[in-house]
C-alpha cells in the first residue's frame, strides 16, 4: 500500500515569508508525528496527533511553528515569518497506535530552505 | 529523560567486511529501540526494534542488533557488508511518560568500499 507523503519535496522561501508543508499518512493511522531533521543531526520530535487534536506540541520551537489536523488524516505544518535557522529536513510520520512498540513510518520528507 | 548515543559519525568498510554500528542509550525506565535507515533523499525505514521479547533481534536485510542492559547498548551489526548498505542509520529510543516520542542519536554513515 502507499506510504507516507509529503508536498512539497524540496521549498525555497525568503526569510519572513509564511510557509506551509503537507502530511498524508498511511491510511487508517490513527498517530501522526512530524520531525526535525537538521544538517548532521537525527530528527527532532516537533508535534505528536492522535487523531485530531494535538495531544503533545511541546518540540514546537516557538509560536511561529503550528501544526493541523482537522480531519485527522492529512495534516499541514505552518511556519510564519520564516527565519534562516528554520532551513531543515521536515520529516512526517504516522503510526496504526501510539505505544511503546508501534512502529513509526516515515514520508521521504520536505526540504526547507529559507534564504 | 531518555537520550541515545552513536559512536562514530563515519564508519567506512570493505564490501563483505563486518559491519558494526555502535549505540548506548541512557534511559530511566526499560527502553524501546529501534534502528532506522535513511538512503539518499528518501525518508527513515525501519531495519529492527527491540521491544523486549527477546535481546536478540533480527532485522530486514541481514542485520541484526543485541540488546545488552548491563552495557546499555544496542549495537547494529552485519556479517557481511554489501555496496547497498551504503546509508546513514540512526538508533532511537522510546519510552517513559512519552511513550510514542522517538528520541534519535546524531546518525552514522555507512560507506561500503569495492
Known amino acids: 500500500g502507499a506510504g507516507v507523503s509529503q508536498t512539497p519535496s524540496n521549498k525555497v522561501t525568503e526569510k519572513g515569508k509564511y510557509v506551509e508543508l503537507r502530511c498524508d499518512p498511511i491510511?487508517?493511522?490513527?498517530?501522526l508525528y512530524w520531525y526535525r531533521q537538521s544538517l548532521g543531526q537525527g530528527p527532532e520530535f516537533l508535534i505528536y496527533?492522535?487523531?485530531?487534536?494535538?495531544?503533545?506540541d511541546s518540540g514546537l520551537p516557538n509560536d511561529r511553528f503550528f501544526a493541523v489536523r482537522p480531519e485527522g488524516s492529512v495534516s499541514t505544518l505552518k511556519i510564519q515569518r520564516t527565519e534562516r535557522g528554520d532551513s531543515a529536513v521536515y520529516l512526517c510520520?504516522?503510526?496504526?497506535?501510539?505505544?511503546?512498540?508501534?512502529?513509526?513510518?516515515f514520508g521521504p520528507g520536505t526540504r526547507l530552505t529559507v534564504l | 529523560a531518555q537520550s541515545v548515543t552513536q559512536l562514530g559519525s563515519h564508519v567506512s568498510v570493505s564490501e563483505g567486511a563486518l559491519v558494526l554500528l555502535r549505540c548506548n542509550y541512557s534511559s530511566s525506565v526499560p527502553p524501546y529501540l529501534f534502528w532506522y535507515v535513511q538512503y539518499p533523499n528518501q525518508g527513515l525505514q525501519l531495519l529492527l526494534k527491540?521491544?523486549?521479547?527477546?535481546?536478540l533481534v533480527k532485522g530486514i536485510n541481514g542485520f541484526e542488533a543485541e540488546f545488552k542492559k548491563s552495557e546499555t547498548s544496542f549495537h547494529l551489526t552485519k556479517p557481511s557488508a554489501h555496496m547497498s548498505d551504503a546509508a546513514e542509520y540512526f538508533c532511537?529510543?522510546?519510552?517513559?511518560?512519552?511513550?510514542?516520542?522517538?528520541?534519535f542519536g546524531k546518525g552514522t554513515l555507512l560507506t561500503v568500499n569495492p
Open positions: 510520520a504516522s503510526s496504526l497506535a501510539s505505544g511503546n512498540t508501534d512502529t513509526q513510518y
Open positions: 491510511s487508517g493511522h490513527t498517530a
Open positions: 527491540y521491544t523486549s521479547a527477546a535481546t
Open positions: 496527533f492522535q487523531g485530531t487534536g494535538a495531544a503533545d
Open positions: 532511537a529510543v522510546k519510552g517513559g511518560g512519552s511513550n510514542y516520542k522517538l528520541t
